[in-house]
């Protein structure tokens, strides 16, 4: 006689049923759930489209991440050059908020970018992860643009600007740059800079090895340089570190933003000016490319 083979599992027939059979088993199965936030762009609303990360938009994604059933960690999957300080800050400290609410560990897995306020994001984690060849750091504050006081005169173009306020047109870009006005900008992004330092340094705490005057100068470094500073505490992608920690039957939940039916269909949040996106994504592709991409 032959051995009878032992019955499948019900899980196992579910799982083969469209939509809900994933579902459904892993609740049989009491399986842990990880649900992963995607960070991946420039932070801050860009566009007319209001492309970008932003509270407004993560808002309910991340509400819903922490509040679902079965929940052992939240994993950030961040891929952003940075962008807007307040919108970093925000995000972060909403991340925290919900972590500490529902005793919910936080993991960030650093992609290709986690620099500047893309590593900001990082930080509200429990503890950062990154490939080897990753781009991590760049903890510090720049501003650019362009002048074309010179390109005015030589096309014989004059100026008019009359305000209420004898620095409303401060660094206007098709005046003359005055060192006052560099001076005042140069305040203001010293404050932001100790903002982000005095942030990092609260959440890494005892981690940070490296001198901070390196830390801290904006500079930026590869995964595997990143662990030997304290910057990031492992090498591993999102998949491998997360089965580790909870087991191979973890499953991933990736957390959508909500978007428009336009957006849906279209990609398009609303129709807008052509020139007006070609010179938004110059801008961010110019933030890109101070990291190398």
Not at 46 to 59: E, F, M, P, Q, Y
Not at 70 to 76: E, G, M, N, W
Not at 157 to 175: C, I, N, Q, S, Y
Request: glycine share 8%.
């Amino acid at each position: 006689m032959t051995e009878k083979q032992p019955s499948k599992q019900p899980s196992e027939w579910l799982r083969r049923l469209p939509w809900i059979g994933e579902r459904v088993a892993d609740r049989i199965e009491r399986a842990p759930i990880v649900p992963v936030i995607q960070l991946s762009g420039v932070i801050g609303q860009t566009g007319s489209a209001k492309r970008g990360l932003s509270l407004s938009a993560l808002s309910t994604p991340l509400d819903h991440a922490f509040r679902m059933g079965r929940v052992k960690a939240v994993a950030l999957a961040i891929n952003s050059p940075g962008g807007s300080p307040v919108q970093s800050a925000l995000i972060a400290k909403r991340i925290r908020a919900l972590s500490d609410e529902k005793e919910i560990p936080v993991y960030a897995f650093c992609e290709d970018v986690a620099a500047s306020g893309g590593y900001w994001l990082a930080c509200a984690a429990d503890e950062i992860y990154a490939d080897g060849a990753s781009i991590v750091g760049s903890i510090g504050v720049v501003s650019a643009s362009f002048g074309f006081p010179a390109l005015l005169d030589r096309i014989g173009v004059e100026r008019r600007v009359h305000t209420a306020g004898d620095k409303k047109a401060m660094l206007d870009p098709f005046r003359p740059e005055d060192p006052k006005d560099v001076k005042h900008l140069k305040e203001i992004q010293k404050d932001l800079h100790e903002q982000f330092s005095a942030y990092v340094r609260e959440r890494r705490a005892q981690r940070l090895s490296a001198n901070e005057k390196i830390l801290f100068s904006g500079e930026f470094w590869t995964g595997r340089k990143a662990l030997e500073m304290g910057v990031v505490d492992g090498i591993g992608d999102l998949r491998s570190v997360m089965r580790e920690k909870l087991g191979e039957n973890v499953r991933f939940r990736v957390m959508a933003q909500p978007r428009g039916w336009l957006q849906r269909k279209l990609g398009v949040e609303r129709a807008s000016s052509l020139a007006h996106e070609v010179m938004t994504i110059f801008e961010e592709r110019a933030i890109w490319a101070r990291y190398g991409l």
